[in-house]
């Protein structure tokens, strides 16, 4: 044991906080219920407000923030004219410049036209040319992988070909321009579709990646492209110790950490959650946890699509759980990642050493011959693990 002299401020002891939550790697129920009859959503967050709105099955269009942990129904399904229409697999956006979400295409029956809804009016209106020069002659696709550019204000689609079938295209949607244009990947990417979910921004490399999919000849893949908004081109990419193949699975993006979560997807061997680690290319995977499934964590969820916090984790919030035909999860599940062990307290200071407390998260020591005006001072005895301090 250690016997040692702190010398504190008082102020700068009530302005010292505890040390956060170390712990890591693993799932938390927080509730709620979405519509039941919803289905497949496929998360989104706008500019409005801030929460992440999706769009189901049943047309419905619900918000989640994950602030308050509160979940709220904006358009329930033909409540006006012009719909959606139902359906799934549909391609599901923000427009950070307009200020709407866009709803196309589909598996099923989403309608002929493309749409918008106004999270202000909370009304449907169609899309046509005159919103963005060459959208009515697209080509259609359902399961789509789609994500936002807010560096190029751009909208990304890459799914395959009309009526879904595996294929190479590649839709952009111009947002300060409104403008629509269509690419196609090269040669060497497997023609590939049902990548709903799996196409994410990365802020950091200011490129798109996508992840698997299905190709022509039905393999489930587990490759990974990115995509340059600016030269339109996709690269490959090649990481350590990859996933199984998958599709329809649930990805997120932390822009925080620079981390990339999977989880779940047709082709998902267990309930792991893999992480890729963007700065190195190397994939983490860390196991399902123990305990029962849907009382400890969600249960293995395909189709739907995932959220990023930086409060609440990784979350999902809907899908089809494995194993049941047609049964969807209605709760959301958040899942928080550790990095590491936490470092060991700091040792006591010597005798004539002075703890400040500058942020939650520093402490620094300071030599002094003398305590200051105003100092409290305690004796304390202990070790990295334990300290009992007594005021004199």
Known sequence: MKRSTFVFSTLLVLMALPPGDARGNEWSNRGGMLNPGGGWFDWVQNTVDGRHCALGYGGSLQCYDPGT????????????????????????????VNQ?????????????????????????????????????????????????????????????????????????????????????????????????????????????????????????????????????????????????????????????????????????????????????????????????????YPGIRRVGAAIFDPGAGFCSGSGVLAGTDWVRSAQIWCWTHAFGDPPDPPEPPPPGWVLTISTPDRVRFEFLQEPPTGAVVYDCIGDATVIDCQKR
Not at 71 to 92: H, K, M, R
Not at 235 to 261: C, E, H, K, W
Request: charged share 15%; aromatic share 12%; proline share 6%.
């Open 100 to 296: 709407e979400y866009l709803a196309m295409d589909g598996g099923r029956t989403i309608g002929p036209n493309p749409m918008a809804f106004s999270m202000i009016t909370r009304t449907w209106r169609i899309l046509t040319n005159a919103d963005f020069d060459g959208i009515e002659a697209r080509t259609k696709s359902g399961g789509a992988g789609s994500a936002t550019s807010p560096d190029h204000d751009l909208f990304v689609v890459f799914a395959g070909s009309h009526t879904g079938y595996p294929g190479r295209k590649t839709l952009v949607l111009d947002f300060r321009n409104r403008t629509y244009r269509e690419v196609n990947a090269p040669a060497s990417m497997p023609a590939r579709n049902r990548t709903q979910g799996q196409l994410l921004y990365i802020s950091s490399l200011r490129r798109f990646l996508l992840f698997g999919g299905v190709s022509s000849d039905y393999k489930i893949l587990n490759d990974l492209w990115l995509f340059d908004p600016v030269t339109m081109a996709w690269t490959s990419v090649t990481a350590q110790d990859p996933p199984s193949g998958r599709y329809f699975s649930q990805m997120a993006y932390d822009s925080i950490n620079d981390l990339v979560y999977l989880y779940g997807g047709h082709g998902a061997v267990d309930g792991s959650v893999s992480v890729l680690h963007i700065g190195t290319w190397a994939w983490e995977h860390i196991p399902e946890p123990p305990g029962t499934v849907l009382v400890d």
């Open 69 to 96: 942990n509160t979940l709220e129904t904006v358009y329930v399904n033909a409540s006006q004219t012009p719909d959606p229409q139902n359906g799934d697999l549909q391609i599901f956006g923000w427009d950070h």
